[in-house]
């Protein structure tokens, strides 16, 4: 049974840092792809950031220079640092693997 218990969301004001994690478990994390998806309330769910087993990154336009996904295999761990926060990244964030989503954990950033 795969368990992704995603940690770190909470309030910050605008231009500030928050850095979410995702623990992993019932899955070989070292050879699955992590994701990280958003959805603000009224939109859909979309991909923030995606870090392959080696490691390549992939960012949607709208975080690329202000958010950073990392992984450390040996904690089973995948990370989201973000940087430079606007109002607009105020969402709840998912730690996904193929298949698999983790429950959710709300980011709100002020003005």
């Known amino acids: 049974q795969v368990q992704l218990v995603e940690s770190g969301g909470g309030s910050v004001q605008a231009g500030g840092s928050l850095r979410l994690s995702c623990a992993a478990s019932g899955i070989i994390f070292d050879l699955n792809t992590m994701s990280w998806y958003r959805q603000a309330p009224g939109t859909e769910r979309e991909l923030v950031a995606t870090i392959t087993d080696r490691s390549s990154t992939h960012y949607a336009d709208s975080v690329k220079g202000r958010f950073t996904i990392s992984r450390d295999n040996a904690k089973r761990t995948v990370y989201l640092q973000m940087n430079s926060l606007k109002p607009e990244d105020t969402a709840v964030y998912y730690c996904?693997?193929?298949?698999?989503w983790g429950q959710g954990i709300q980011v709100t950033v002020s003005s």
């Open positions: 996904v693997a193929p298949g698999s």
